[in-house]
């Protein structure tokens, strides 16, 4: 019986992160003690380049829309490394900027989910395939989520939430999971995909 995968594999890991030059408790903290509620917001489209919702990217120009609809992975493949990592690297670096993490301050809000995809570690430790899919993906997006935590998040005292959004093989085969096979779904029909998602959801330096 095929695992299903509540809200697209929301693994919501919510981040301690320490100011550890304050001596003022850091918001994620009174949120994990459930002291205040959490009042939060969505970085969609930032480490995950979602078509619907980043259309006017510099990632998709002059990409078909059939490859832009389905995903990182397919839309990676038709541009290959040498045009595709320039493009998501300037996407990256402008989507989301310490600016937006201030104005989120601003209005009170007190957290941020960003969604990411398995791939965002730079490795795969399970894959006795050796099909090395993750290699597909442009790479530098992990400094982002490390600049987010480390700095802007302790910065402004918010919690971040990290979304495992997009699982090794597709949780459900739509584009934000970033699937090498459009519409279909692997995740749950090969261990190595399992344990890579669990793997995803222990592992980094969070």
């Known amino acids: 019986m095929q695992t299903r995968v509540d809200l697209a594999l929301v693994f919501c890991i919510l981040i301690m992160v320490l100011n550890f030059v304050s001596t003022e408790e850091h918001v994620a903290q ?5 002291d205040i509620k959490l009042k939060g917001v969505n970085l969609g489209g ?8 980043t259309w006017d990217s510099v990632i998709w120009q002059d990409v078909p829309e059939n490859i832009s609809n389905a995903g990182e992975f ?3 493949n038709y541009l290959g490394h040498n045009v595709g990592d320039s493009r998501f690297e300037k996407h990256r670096s402008t ?11 601003k209005f009170g809000l007190n957290a941020v989910r960003v969604p990411i995809g398995y ?18 993906f442009a790479p530098g997006a ?4 490390d600049t987010l935590i480390f700095n802007w998040a302790r910065k402004y005292n918010i919690a971040v939430l990290i ?4 699982v090794k093989g597709s949780q459900n085969g739509n584009d934000h999971s970033a699937p090498e096979d459009p519409g279909k779904s692997y995740w749950s029909q090969y261990p190595e995909n399992v344990q890579n998602a669990i793997g995803e959801s ?3 330096n969070y």
């Open 142 to 145: 992990l400094k982002y989520l």
């Open 95 to 105: 989507w989301i900027t310490e600016n937006d993490i201030a104005e989120i301050a």
């Open 46 to 53: 930032w480490l995950i380049a979602e078509h619907w919702m």
């Open 74 to 76: 397919v839309t990676m």
């Open 202 to 204: 222990r592992k980094n």
């Open 30 to 34: 009174k949120i994990l003690r459930n």
């Open 163 to 166: 979304d495992l959004h997009a």
């Open 119 to 136: 791939w965002i570690v730079g490795f795969d430790n399970r894959d006795p395939s050796h099909q090395e899919h993750w290699k597909m």
